[in-house]
């Protein structure tokens, strides 16, 4: 595989090249990457159905993106155990452990973010279809 040998400013665009291959490969092969991706999708469609408040838009693509970076970090995190202790230790463990930990951590922040943004255009929504 080739390393980026470019220099000046085709260093900097091929960098961004190979951060685009590597969303492609965590979405190709990440079963997570996939749920994490459709389910983003559909909150941004439910937000536009409700028209939440421009503020309110920030905080939904904050708490996604913290997510899906958190568990491209915890892909390339299991990446580097896979390669280098294939074999079962506990630093192996808790490298993974801890990992898996950050994407728990963000998608817990996302949940509470989702209350806080739909809470109340849901209650409204179900106000007016019951009047
Ligand atoms: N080399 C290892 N040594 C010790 N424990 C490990 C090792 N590899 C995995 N584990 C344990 O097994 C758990 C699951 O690891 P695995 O590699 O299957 O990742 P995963 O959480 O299933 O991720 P994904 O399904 O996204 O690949 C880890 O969180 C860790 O507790």
């Not at 991706?37 to 905080?59: H, I, K, Q, S, Y």
């Amino acid at each position: 595989m080739p390393k980026n040998t470019a220099v000046g400013p085709k260093r900097f665009w091929k960098s961004f090249w190979y951060a685009a291959q590597g969303l492609r490969q965590a979405f190709r092969t990440e079963m997570n990457m996939k749920v994490h991706t459709c389910l983003a999708v559909l909150v941004l469609l439910f937000a536009g159905l409700l028209r939440v408040p421009p503020g309110d838009w920030m905080l939904l693509l904050l708490a996604i993106t913290l997510v899906l970076a958190a568990e491209l970090i915890n892909t390339a995190i299991e990446s580097v155990v896979d390669l280098v202790s294939p074999e079962v230790h506990p630093l192996a463990k808790a490298a993974k452990d801890t990992a898996a930990g950050a994407v728990f951590l963000a998608a817990a922040f996302a949940v509470i973010a989702g209350i806080y943004v739909f809470y109340h255009p849901v209650i409204d929504w179900i106000t007016a279809l019951m009047s």
